[in-house]
């Protein structure tokens, strides 16, 4: 080539280009953002509409199905899920990874805005938001203290702290558990509202006439203008206390005399505690762009800061921070790269055994893993646990390429060559198999790119940093490597391997003499695999077929040839790895221990309280808090709905046991706890996911009531416990009993006899007994509610309902009317019932969730499958139908995904090689190495109990372009041998053994690059060990297999005489044109 001819010539030239590489990746390096995982911007948008005070039955069919109906038929759309429940509908529609979400949101908006008309009278606007994917909260901090209590915590939290948190830079909001705010409750006597004759809708419309503050406008003058403000402001309790709500028998009525007001809090539905003392908590929640990392270390230098400026006694601490897990996994990684690093260079100094030749290859690792950087930041990648992994596959991969170039100058060298001409010739010799064992490697990737799905979003920037780095070492390989070769590289003296040690050899003598030794001993294993070889492919067995009447008694011998039997003993291990190959247990993405225990409680009746729930839940934490794992525990009740403690467990170096370890020692305790359905595991979650990798959802529709809905989906989950397939007590569904309520009829008819509106009764029992906001105040320059309602003794049974009483009239002796008080008794009536508390759909029908966690040793394919089956046989009529959702339904997806990936990935391999080799044969030689590669995988990962999952798919997908290296470097020389006169079986075996170093060299390279991997402890363990064991074991059994099949293969398929490449094929038929 002439760039590496020039390089050769030019030292500086070559050495500057490397040099610029790496200032461009040390510059990118500092722009890149540090992430988890890739971003992604899934497209979801969800949709909240409010009807106050509807039933879920009601919201369903006046608002959900409206709003499902208008939107089943947009673009892009992929799945539709809605929860419709007291007075809210909640709808969240999935797109395509592909559709854009702004275009998605306005589409949707477009939607809404047709059926507006059709919602009923008094409901909210719509609410359209984009769903954000990274909307959880990443810290959970805790406000505790034993001199102040819950109300002047959650006071404190909501006045100072909240804007305090929301300004650290890449936070999205601020959440707080625990407490409530002020509110200034307006308490009253419903009897003394009667003997005066005031109604609830009266004293709310005085309240808020009294209680004024707002711009009157501006006095302009000659030189200025002078803002005008109204005040008439309510602040304290006597102040409203003192309200005048008329005249009665000639003097003021007061609100006081028909009731007393209090300064309260709203009242809470949720209690924390932390480490069993009473807390606040406060919820950090990330935007989506925000590195979570950075978040953190300003958080812990503001902490300090924040803990200054508390009230004496209050203390403010991280409670549960799910960034440790984030920032031990990427430091491992980082580990692991160092590893990798002293591995790679270990087995390259013990073939070289010379500094200078070791520092050839090595140069390489740096140059193109800085370089990369810069690849990345032009593609707007980020640091995260993928391109980091990506990295640590590529130091093994990037010296491949300087290796070869090493070894084949090296060889000239050694045949008393000038290491100027041998670098000269030997780069020429071997830049096109260079050049094509870097662009097959990097077409590898090229179909990740092209799949669409959440695979291949998040695994393009793990395949386009593994390309960029094997692109830059392959240019590294054919610039900087050969001029290093041509001055750095010495022949060795095989004389000094003779010599007699008499004690008087110095000790440099010594080690060149062990060198000498050493080469010497290579050679050897050069010579004796060629003989081997050899013998193998050249010699014939013969197989003596026994007497038989068919063959007329007479004894037959066939003969079978030597390649033949080779490729037969690689199909028969191919054939056995197929059968371990389904023995894998498979999943999505493997659970991961993340240092995080999560303790669920959830009531078995939905009309339970929070003392209730808290009473059992204090038991539960009782279990938790004996465990010795345990670092420190933050427990959120809450009602309605399921109640969380989020437990951080000590260091992984500080304990023996894993997360899902610990949660299975607790599990028989939590099981005796009555009242709640309590649930302890390992909070590991899947990529861009909420749930772990191998999590059961499993969806019931139906076109029948939800009565009958739900009867099904208690008989399918009784059928799947019996299964075996799931941890006890984690077969649940998205369904709960009905909650009681009272339904109040109002009679028309008697409500104009006494001359009461509808809407008057109808506001009477909403402010009364629901207690509703009507007002502000402010207190220390914040604004809190007004409240107005009855005494909570006076509204404990449907029976005290009678005691409120609404304003009306009557007719007089005269005709006349006059107003006159009314009991609501007298105009409503009210029956007890009961009525779901949330109904779910999922595609317009009405829909149950079963969702289960598996029981080890069982693959997600394997149950997905068989309790489809049991589920269809169970419940299974044409009104209703079967399918997965979350986790499931992306297995299932990406499974598909997967294949064509790698039919992709074989197809653009093949593609290229038979470009840059003009022949149809070559590539078919090389790519047949990929079946026994993938192989070894199979074995290597059923050996060490690993699973089939999306790190090991992309393990099994680098392997593809790894072992076609090796297939390259075979055919490469026994074309060009061939094309020197030898026949196709004596060039293929010369070239074998030829090539057999290098390939050992870069074999070893990749293996002990991948050790680190394979054998990975601590954060985040569990996605590098699959990823690592398949390119271990691809790589071992898989050359092994390669160095005598592949030649064995050759010498079928190849022609006898190779078709020379166009650009050499004219300037060759001029000095030895064909006959």
Not at 731 to 757: C, M, P, W
Not at 1048 to 1060: D, G, L, P, W
């Given at each position: 080539m002439k760039l590496t001819d020039l390089c050769i010539k030019r030292p500086v030239l070559s050495t500057v280009l490397s040099l610029i590489i790496i200032a461009l990746g040390i510059v990118a390096f500092e722009q890149l953002q540090v992430r988890q995982y890739p971003q992604i911007d899934y497209p979801k948008v969800s949709i909240s509409t409010q009807l106050e005070g509807a039933s879920p039955l009601i919201i369903e069919s006046t608002i959900t199905k409206i709003l499902e109906d208008a939107l089943s038929g947009i673009e892009g759309l992929k799945d539709m899920k809605s929860k419709s429940s007291t007075g809210e509908s909640r709808i969240t529609l999935t797109f395509n990874i592909e559709r854009d979400i702004d275009g998605a949101v306005n589409d949707v908006r477009d939607k809404i805005g047709r059926v507006r008309q059709k919602l009923p009278e008094g409901v909210v606007e719509p609410r359209i938001k984009k769903a954000d994917a990274d909307a959880v909260a990443i810290i959970h901090l805790a406000l505790h203290s034993e001199q102040h209590n819950i109300e002047e915590l959650a006071d404190y939290a909501n006045r100072f702290l909240e804007s305090q948190l929301e300004s650290i830079n890449g936070v999205s909001s601020i959440d707080i558990y625990g407490g409530g705010e002020f509110e200034m409750r307006i308490v009253l006597d419903p009897v003394k509202m009667a003997n005066f004759k005031i109604t609830p809708n009266e004293i709310a419309k005085a309240i808020k006439s009294q209680n004024i503050e707002k711009p009157a406008g501006n006095i302009k003058t000659k030189n200025e203008e002078i803002l005008v403000t109204t005040k008439a402001p309510l602040i304290t309790e006597v102040d409203f206390s003192n309200i005048i709500l008329g005249e009665r028998n000639g003097a003021l009525l007061r609100l006081r005399d028909i009731g007393y007001v209090e300064l309260s809090t709203v009242d809470t539905k949720s209690q924390v505690r932390f480490n069993d003392k009473p807390a606040i908590a406060i919820a950090i929640t990330k935007q989506s762009v925000a590195n979570p990392l950075s978040i953190a270390k300003t958080l812990e230098?503001?902490?300090?800061?924040?803990?200054?400026?508390?009230?004496?006694?209050?203390?403010?601490?991280?409670?549960?921070?799910?960034?440790?897990?984030?920032?031990?996994?990427?430091?491992?990684v980082y580990t692991t790269i160092f590893e990798a690093t002293f591995l790679v260079i270990i087995v390259v100094l013990l073939f070289l055994r010379s500094y200078r030749a070791t520092l050839i290859p090595l140069v390489t690792i740096p140059v193109s893993l800085i370089g990369t950087f810069f690849l990345m930041q032009l593609m707007g990648?980020?640091?995260?646990?993928?391109?980091?992994?990506?990295?640590?596959?590529?130091?093994?991969?990037?010296?491949?390429?300087?290796?070869?170039?090493?070894?084949?100058?090296?060889?000239?060298?050694?045949?008393?060559?000038?290491?100027?001409?041998?670098?000269?010739?030997?780069?020429?010799?071997?830049?096109?198999?260079?050049?094509?064992?870097?662009?097959?490697?990097?077409?590898?990737?090229?179909?990740?790119?092209?799949?669409?799905g959440t695979t291949g979003k998040l695994f393009t920037e793990f395949a386009m940093t593994l390309a960029g780095a094997v692109i830059i070492s392959g240019f590294v390989a054919l610039t900087l490597s050969p001029m290093m070769c041509g001055r750095l590289l010495k022949a060795h003296n095989l004389k000094l391997a003779a010599e007699k040690d008499d004690g008087n050899l110095t000790l440099k003598k010594?080690?060149?003499?062990?060198?000498?030794?050493?080469?010497?001993?290579?050679?050897?294993?050069?010579?004796?695999?060629?003989?081997?070889?050899?013998?193998?492919?050249?010699?014939?067995?013969?197989?003596?077929?026994?007497?038989?009447?068919?063959?007329?008694?007479?004894?037959?011998?066939?003969?079978?040839?030597?390649?033949?039997?080779?490729?037969?003993?690689?199909?028969?291990?191919?054939?056995?790895?197929?059968?371990?190959?389904?023995?894998?247990?498979?999943?999505?993405?493997?659970?991961?221990?993340?240092?995080?225990?999560?303790?669920?409680?959830?009531?078995?009746?939905?009309?339970?309280?929070?003392?209730?729930?808290d009473k059992y839940v204090k038991q539960a934490e009782a279990v938790l808090k004996d465990i010795p794992e345990m670092d420190k525990r933050l427990s959120i009740v809450q009602v309605p709905g399921e109640s969380?403690?989020?437990?951080?467990?000590?260091?992984?170096?500080?304990?023996?046991?894993?997360?899902?370890?610990?949660?299975?020692?607790?599990?028989?305790a939590l099981y005796d706890i009555v009242g709640l359905n309590v649930i302890?595991?390992?909070?590991?979650?899947?990529?861009?996911?909420?749930?772990?990798?191998?999590?059961?959802?499993?969806?019931?529709?139906?076109?029948?009531?939800?009565?009958?809905?739900?009867?099904?989906?208690?008989?399918?989950?009784?059928?799947?416990?019996?299964?075996?397939?799931?941890?006890?007590?984690?077969?649940?569904?998205?369904?709960?009993?009905?909650?009681?309520?009272?339904?109040?009829?109002?009679?028309?008819?008697?409500?104009?006899?006494?001359?009461?509106?509808i809407d008057q009764i109808s506001s009477a029992l909403d402010t009364l007994v629901g207690g509703k906001p009507i007002s502000k105040f402010k207190k220390e320059s914040k604004l809190f509610s007004v409240r107005i309602q009855v005494d909570d003794d006076v509204r404990q049974t449907v029976e005290d309902l009678a005691n409120i009483f609404i304003k009306g009239s009557s007719v007089g002796s005269r005709g006349q009317r006059k107003e006159t008080m009314v009991p609501l008794s007298e105009v409503i009536s009210i029956d007890k019932t009961s009525?779901?508390?949330?109904?779910?759909?999922?595609?317009?029908?009405?829909?149950?969730?079963?969702?289960?966690?598996?029981?080890?040793?069982?693959?997600?394919?394997?149950?997905?499958?068989?309790?489809?089956?049991?589920?269809?046989?169970?419940?299974?009529?044409?009104?209703?139908?079967?399918?997965?959702?979350?986790?499931?339904?992306?297995?299932?997806?990406?499974?598909?995904?997967?294949?064509?990936?790698?039919?992709?990935?074989?197809?653009?391999?093949?593609?290229?090689?038979?470009?840059?080799?003009?022949?149809?044969?070559?590539?078919?030689?090389?790519?047949?190495?990929?079946?026994?590669?993938?192989?070894?995988?199979?074995?290597?990962?059923?050996?060490?109990?690993?699973?089939?999952?999306?790190y090991s798919q992309i393990g099994f997908m680098t392997l593809i372009g790894l072992i076609t290296k090796h297939g390259i470097l075979i055919v490469d020389f026994a074309n060009a041998l061939k094309e020197e006169g030898l026949s196709r079986v004596d060039a293929v075996i010369k070239a074998s053994r030829l090539r057999l170093r290098p390939i050992i060299m870069t074999?070893?390279?990749?293996?002990?690059?991948?050790?680190?991997?394979?054998?990975?402890?601590?954060?985040?363990?569990?996605?590098?060990?699959?990823?690592?064991?398949?390119?271990v074991g691809g790589m071992l059994i898989g050359t092994m297999?390669?160095?005598?099949?592949?030649?064995?293969?050759?010498?079928?398929?190849?022609?006898?005489?190779?078709?020379?490449?166009?650009?050499d094929l004219s300037e060759k038929a001029v000095k030895k044109p064909k006959k």
């Open positions: 230098k503001e902490l300090p800061k924040l803990q200054r400026l508390l009230p004496n006694g209050m203390k403010l601490e991280i409670a549960n921070d799910k960034t440790i897990f984030i920032d031990r996994s990427i430091k491992e990648f980020s640091l995260n646990i993928l391109t980091l992994l990506a990295l640590v596959l590529a130091i093994g991969m990037v010296v491949d390429d300087a290796i070869v170039m090493l070894e084949n100058i090296y060889r000239y060298i050694e045949e008393g060559m000038n290491p100027i001409q041998a670098a000269f010739k030997g780069a020429k010799e071997i830049s096109f198999a260079i050049i094509a064992m870097t662009i097959t490697l990097a077409a590898v990737y090229a179909p990740i790119t092209l799949i669409p010594r080690f060149k003499r062990l060198d000498v030794k050493i080469e010497l001993w290579l050679n050897k294993l050069d010579d004796s695999y060629g003989r081997l070889l050899s013998f193998f492919i050249k010699s014939d067995v013969k197989v003596s077929v026994p007497h038989t009447e068919l063959l007329h008694n007479k004894e037959t011998t066939f003969k079978l040839n030597g390649a033949f039997l080779v490729i037969l003993v690689g199909l028969l291990f191919f054939g056995l790895s197929i059968f371990a190959y389904k023995s894998l247990k498979d999943e999505y993405i493997p659970r991961e221990d993340q240092g995080q225990l999560t303790m669920r409680s959830v009531p078995l009746a939905n009309n339970a309280n929070l003392d209730f729930v969380h403690s989020l437990n951080l467990l000590v260091p992984w170096e500080k304990r023996s046991r894993s997360t899902k370890e610990v949660a299975e020692s607790i599990r028989l302890a595991y390992s909070s590991g979650t899947s990529l861009g996911s909420s749930k772990s990798g191998d999590s059961f959802d499993l969806v019931i529709s139906s076109t029948q009531d939800f009565k009958a809905l739900t009867a099904k989906a208690h008989k399918a989950m009784s059928a799947l416990n019996k299964t075996g397939f799931f941890e006890p007590k984690t077969v649940e569904a998205d369904i709960s009993s009905d909650a009681q309520e009272y339904i109040v009829t109002i009679d028309r008819e008697k409500s104009a006899i006494l001359g009461i509106e009525s779901p508390v949330e109904i779910g759909h999922i595609r317009g029908m009405r829909a149950v969730t079963i969702s289960g966690r598996l029981k080890e040793g069982f693959g997600l394919g394997e149950v997905l499958e068989k309790s489809r089956d049991i589920v269809e046989a169970t419940v299974g009529d044409s009104s209703t139908q079967v399918s997965f959702s979350g986790s499931s339904q992306e297995f299932l997806e990406e499974s598909l995904t997967m294949v064509k990936m790698f039919v992709l990935a074989l197809l653009f391999i093949f593609m290229v090689l038979a470009a840059q080799y003009e022949s149809w044969r070559d590539p078919w030689i090389i790519i047949l190495s990929v079946p026994l590669s993938l192989a070894g995988a199979v074995i290597f990962l059923k050996i060490f109990g690993q699973t089939s999952n999306i074999t070893l390279a990749m293996v002990l690059g991948a050790v680190p991997l394979a054998f990975a402890d601590g954060a985040g363990m569990e996605s590098r060990r699959p990823i690592g064991l398949v390119i297999f390669t160095l005598f099949v592949l030649p064995a293969v050759y010498t079928f398929i190849s022609r006898k005489e190779h078709k020379a490449l166009a650009e």
